[in-house]
């Protein structure tokens, strides 16, 4: 069962990271340091095929960590997985979509104090709106990490996203960073603000008026409507999906996205042209899940600027540190 970490004494030495539900807990250097120790990790996978010294004893037994997501997921929820095994700790998860008693009326926070109170040793979950998750995931007694948390934030997403830019152009600070598409929908732009800001980053957004965030929530941001004229702007330009399943305004609510995708992408989709207006030092990203066609033509996923897999890749290292740097520091 998970011990009560409640006392203070206990608090104190908690890593930064164990209730990680947004990245606005963290301090620039909290964020170097995983950034520093998610390289070690990456070099000790080259050399062993884990992320720890096979020739060193471990200090500690394998963990057991419960992954809850409550929307659906490829690449977060695969790699938290691959990061755990590497690590050399054990996964459960649930289908909250065809396995459990949510089909049967339970709620999301019963389900959750349900899991926690089988003893897992941490919990990752991801969900929309719930406000009875809000006010039970900072009291539980194990570490709980975001895996994404409606169109709020996804802190694992922008630090992976950080790092890929450490690695690709040397450091964050400096870097102009052009997110373009559906930022006021996007957990994953909102998090990219806090973190990449945080680091030393100019922060651009580009989209339809309807996309773009309100100027006074985020008055640090600079703001461009058109594409053609932004792109000799930035050193990295990121994409988003357009998730008119998110949108409440009448002309896009209950549109299909075959409907709307070529009025998009004739505006603010990247394509063979613009990628040569695209700075050749610049490198090129997205999140993901990419609708081709719509956000990026076919052919940016061959431009050797695009770093998109390296993102994927990256997200296992961050997620590594993470869970390294929690049971590392309880």
Same mark, same amino acid.
């Given at each position: 069962?998970?011990? @009560? +970490?409640?006392d #203070?004494?206990?608090?104190?030495?908690? #890593?930064?990271?164990?209730?990680? *539900?947004?990245?606005?807990?963290?301090?620039?250097?909290?964020?170097? #340091?995983?950034?520093?120790?998610?390289?070690?990790?990456? /070099? *000790?996978?080259?050399k062993?095929?884990?992320?720890?010294?096979?020739?060193?004893?471990?200090?500690?037994?394998?963990?057991?960590?419960?992954?809850?997501?409550?929307?659906?997921?490829?690449?977060?929820? &695969?790699?938290?997985? &691959? $990061?755990?095994?590497?690590?050399?700790?054990?996964?459960?998860t649930?289908?909250?979509?065809?396995?459990?008693?949510?089909?049967?009326?339970?709620?999301?926070?019963?389900?959750? =104090?349900?899991?926690? !109170?089988m003893?897992?040793?941490?919990?990752?979950?991801?969900? @929309?709106?719930?406000p009875?998750?809000?006010?039970?995931?900072?009291?539980?007694?194990?570490?709980?990490?975001? $895996?994404?948390?409606?169109? #709020?934030?996804?802190?694992t997403?922008? *630090?992976?996203? $950080?790092?890929?830019? !450490?690695? =690709?152009?040397?450091?964050? +600070?400096? /870097?102009?960073?052009?997110?373009?598409?559906?930022?006021?929908?996007?957990?994953?732009? +909102?998090?990219?603000?806090?973190?990449?800001?945080?680091?030393? =980053? /100019?922060?651009?957004?580009?989209?339809?008026?309807?996309?773009?965030?309100?100027?006074?929530?985020?008055?640090?941001?600079?703001?461009? +409507?058109?594409?053609?004229?932004?792109?000799?702007?930035?050193?990295?330009?990121?994409g988003?999906?357009?998730?008119?399943?998110?949108?409440?305004?009448?002309?896009?609510?209950?549109?299909?996205?075959?409907?709307?995708?070529?009025?998009?992408? !004739?505006?603010?989709?990247?394509?063979?042209?613009?990628?040569?207006?695209?700075?050749?030092?610049?490198?090129?990203?997205?999140?993901?899940?990419?609708?081709?066609?719509? /956000?990026?033509?076919?052919?940016? &996923?061959e431009?050797?600027?695009?770093?998109?897999?390296?993102?994927?890749?990256?997200?296992?290292?961050?997620?590594?540190?993470?869970?390294?740097?929690?049971?590392?520091?309880?």
């Amino acid at each position: 069962m998970p011990s @009560n +970490r409640s006392d #203070s004494s206990a608090a104190t030495q908690r #890593s930064p990271f164990f209730t990680l *539900l947004d990245s606005r807990v963290l301090t620039e250097n909290a964020i170097l #340091s995983l950034f520093s120790h998610a390289k070690e990790l990456g /070099e *000790l996978y080259e050399k062993h095929g884990i992320f720890f010294d096979p020739n060193k004893p471990k200090s500690a037994p394998s963990k057991v960590i419960a992954c809850l997501f409550f929307e659906a997921s490829t690449r977060t929820f &695969m790699s938290f997985q &691959m $990061a755990a095994f590497r690590l050399g700790h054990q996964v459960i998860t649930l289908d909250t979509g065809t396995g459990s008693s949510i089909l049967k009326g339970e709620t999301d926070d019963d389900t959750v =104090a349900n899991v926690v !109170a089988m003893g897992p040793d941490a919990l990752v979950i991801r969900y @929309n709106r719930s406000p009875g998750l809000e006010r039970l995931l900072p009291t539980l007694p194990i570490p709980v990490i975001s $895996a994404g948390i409606g169109v #709020s934030s996804h802190p694992t997403q922008a *630090l992976l996203d $950080a790092y890929t830019i !450490a690695e =690709a152009r040397g450091a964050v +600070r400096g /870097e102009r960073v052009l997110i373009v598409g559906d930022v006021a929908h996007s957990r994953v732009a +909102r998090s990219n603000f806090d973190v990449l800001l945080k680091l030393g =980053a /100019e922060v651009g957004v580009c989209g339809p008026d309807h996309f773009l965030p309100r100027a006074d929530e985020f008055p640090q941001l600079k703001i461009f +409507r058109n594409l053609d004229e932004a792109l000799e702007w930035p050193t990295v330009l990121m994409g988003l999906r357009v998730q008119l399943e998110r949108h409440e305004d009448p002309k896009l609510k209950g549109r299909s996205i075959d409907d709307y995708k070529s009025e998009y992408h !004739a505006e603010f989709g990247l394509n063979g042209a613009r990628l040569k207006k695209l700075r050749p030092d610049a490198i090129i990203m997205h999140p993901g899940p990419i609708n081709h066609g719509i /956000e990026f033509a076919p052919e940016v &996923m061959e431009d050797p600027r695009c770093r998109i897999l390296e993102q994927v890749k990256n997200g296992v290292l961050i997620r590594a540190a993470i869970l390294s740097k929690i049971f590392s520091e309880e």
